[in-house]
């Protein structure tokens, strides 16, 4: 059994910790981060996410080997009470100004990963891992003072633009880090 820490990016830096249950080749490890909607800029609401990853080790030296699958849910939301706008239809330029909003954003990820666990003495250990799999956001905004518009917004590319859109929306998931493990 371990005790895991990982610094995690939700939408800032935030400390996840862990728990790693270690049987023959095998581990299960559960993970949680939180971080407040404040935090990010909104006037209220969460962000949680817990994660489980099923690990099956290659070898027993000190550095092993291992590919694993990792499944996390996140549940997000966030409150707006200044106006704002988002899409509707879409890659279309079909969107809504709003006077507020609740965002309503839980989000499914799932990513096969590679990855290493390298002994840093008798307890301690050091875990790399790379992976690449799907993130799924099931966006809903509860909206006040909408009025429908033909938009020229700038369309956004980056990690956090995906709530824009009120709807369902599918982006790849790149899980890559260094987890920092004691074990007892």
């Not at 935030?14 to 993970?31: D, H, I, K, S």
Request: net charge positive; proline share 4%.
């Amino acid at each position: 059994m371990a005790v895991t820490a990982i610094p995690a990016v939700l939408h800032r830096v935030v400390f996840q910790p862990g728990f790693q249950y270690t049987f023959n080749n095998w581990a299960v490890l559960g993970e949680v981060a939180y971080v407040s909607a404040e935090r990010m800029g909104f006037d209220g609401g969460h962000w949680l996410r817990t994660q489980l990853e099923l690990k099956r080790f290659w070898n027993k030296d000190d550095v092993r080997f291992y590919c694993s699958f990792q499944a996390a849910f996140s549940a997000r939301r966030f409150v707006d009470a200044d106006s704002g706008f988002y899409f509707t239809q879409g890659m279309l330029d079909i969107g809504a100004v709003y006077s507020s909003a609740v965002i309503h954003s839980p989000v499914l990820s799932f990513a096969p990963k590679i990855g290493m666990e390298s002994s840093l003495g008798k307890t301690v250990f050091l875990d790399a891992f790379i992976g690449f799999g799907v993130r799924i956001l099931f966006n809903r905004y509860d909206a006040r003072g909408v009025t429908p518009t033909r938009t020229f917004h700038k369309r956004e590319w980056g990690p956090d633009a995906a709530w824009t859109y009120n709807q369902a929306v599918t982006r790849f998931h790149l899980p890559v880090g260094l987890r920092l493990g004691v074990r007892f």
